[in-house]
């Protein structure tokens, strides 16, 4: 059986410098194949699809709601073709309806455990429109080492400096805050990996920078405690969501070898203040994530968040603009107020206004967006920032005898699954 997995194609935020993470998503869902798929992947934002590829069948995995217009019509191909086309991941399950009439079959939740008789009914000619596991989620203990080899690795590089590996230790998420699905997408509760499975993940990475993707690094204070403890002796380098804000937690994760977080910051509240100064206390950069257009924001408060942000010196700053996203709450309060301006989903990229902001109209919204981006940026890009903090790790690995050169042999290797050395 003959699969193409396709991650289609997505565009990066207006101003944001373009550079490109290993997709997560298709390698954890790699890992849930029967060793009777032969698979072959392609990302579409560094790679091109081959139409005529020999295949039985293409799996199309998606994450964001932009990506799903392209996915329509890349579907649409392959279906043209006689080829069956069954779509997953993030966005299928927000978008359910939608995808269905794209899709030979749609698969909603997760794969683990799962994709067997998926595949069994694909060979036997009775694949089933939909396959519906939301709401029930599999044993946390099949979760399997990510199949990391399927990626063309020496693509995933920016200038020569070697990207950031994608890895999960937890999935689902206790707060349920109004921009975000995830509530709908792994129910309301934390559910983390048994921490022996995340470590020998971890180890068998050969890439000393990490980006741990879990949704939140602030659920379970004990789990975390543990988890950070027996990080220390792998010496990886690495990225998170926010990380509980506690002096213990934060010094145990320094110790493992936290390098900056991506921290939202809503207000220019004392609580931000205090949380980026004690982040930075600890060694920890900051990569700012900061939604514009939220009701109590005006024209003022915007620059004067910006101001803030300067103030408090983030690393980095990820401006974007509120996003009315399928399932979210935020959605169903402005669905209910008759604020939704459009549902093109080609707009819903982060940084185009797509709803009625309260205290400005939606034009002075996008020039505000432009704004702090430039202003936030003025004295050194977003790219320079980024590479002060790449600076910052390198320089970090030479100390601890970590450091590796850049070396495209090295990376290819990892595609072949050959050590590293
Ligand atoms: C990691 C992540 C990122 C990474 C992605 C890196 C990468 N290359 O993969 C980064 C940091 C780049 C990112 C960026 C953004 N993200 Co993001 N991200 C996530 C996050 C936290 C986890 C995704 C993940 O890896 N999950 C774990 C994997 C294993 O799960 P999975 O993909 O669902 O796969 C499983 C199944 O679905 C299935 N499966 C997967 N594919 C397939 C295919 C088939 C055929 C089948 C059968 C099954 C299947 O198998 C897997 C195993 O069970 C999610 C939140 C979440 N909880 O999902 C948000 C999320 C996807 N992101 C979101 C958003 C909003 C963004 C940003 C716009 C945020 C921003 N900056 O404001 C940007 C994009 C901006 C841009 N245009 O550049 C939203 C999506 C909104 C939307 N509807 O589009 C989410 C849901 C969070 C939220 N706020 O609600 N993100
Ligand atoms: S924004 Fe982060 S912390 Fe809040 S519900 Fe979403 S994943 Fe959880």
Known sequence: MKMLLIYPRWPKLDRQTEFHLPPHGPV????????????????????????????????????LTAQLPRAFEIAARFRAK???????????????????????????????????????DLQAGRLKPVYDYMNNPPDINLIGTARREILDRPLYNYRGVQMLDLVHASR????????????????????????????AEMEAIQNN???????????????????????????KKWV?????????????????????????????????????????????????????????????????????LLEVQLDVAEFTI?????????????EQEGRILSSNWLDYTADKVVFQPKKMTPE??????????????????????MGKLFKDVMLREMNDGTYRRYDPKVARSFKKGLPAA
């Not at 698979?39 to 998606?62: G, K, M, P, W, Y």
């Open 209 to 235: 920078r990490l980006f741990i993707v879990d949704n939140s690094l602030a659920q379970d204070r004990q789990w975390l405690k543990d988890l950070f403890t027996a990080m220390i002796p792998l010496k």
């Open 240 to 308: 998170s969501h926010p990380i509980l804000d506690d002096d213990e937690i934060l010094k145990l994760a320094a110790e493992a070898g936290a390098w900056y977080v991506y921290q939202a910051v809503f207000d220019t509240s004392e609580v931000i203040r205090k949380r980026i100064k004690r982040l930075k206390e600890h060694g920890i950069g900051i990569e700012g994530t900061i939604i514009l257009g939220t009701d109590d924001q005006s024209e003022d408060d915007i620059k004067r968040l910006v101001d803030f």
């Open 82 to 120: 006689g080829i069956k086309v069954i779509f997953g991941g993030i966005s299928t399950m927000l978008h359910s309806e939608e995808v269905r009439q794209h899709a030979d079959a749609i698969f909603l939740g997760e794969a683990e455990g799962r994709m067997a008789a998926v595949i069994d």
């Open 28 to 63: 954890v869902f790699a890992a849930t194949l029967p060793t009777t798929v032969d698979l072959t992947f392609v990302d579409e934002n560094l790679q091109s699809i081959d139409f005529d590829a020999d295949c039985d069948v293409v799996a199309l995995s998606t994450m």
């Open 322 to 334: 509120l996003t009315p996203f399928p399932h979210s709450p935020i959605r169903r309060q402005l």
């Open 364 to 385: 002075k919204l996008q020039e505000m967006y432009h704004y702090a981006w430039d202003t936030f940026h003025a004295e050194g890009g977003h790219a320079l920032r």
């Open 172 to 199: 689902g998420c206790k707060f349920d805050c109004f921009p975000c699905c995830t509530g709908f997408l792994g129910g309301k509760k934390f559910r983390p990996r048994p921490i022996d499975k995340v470590i």
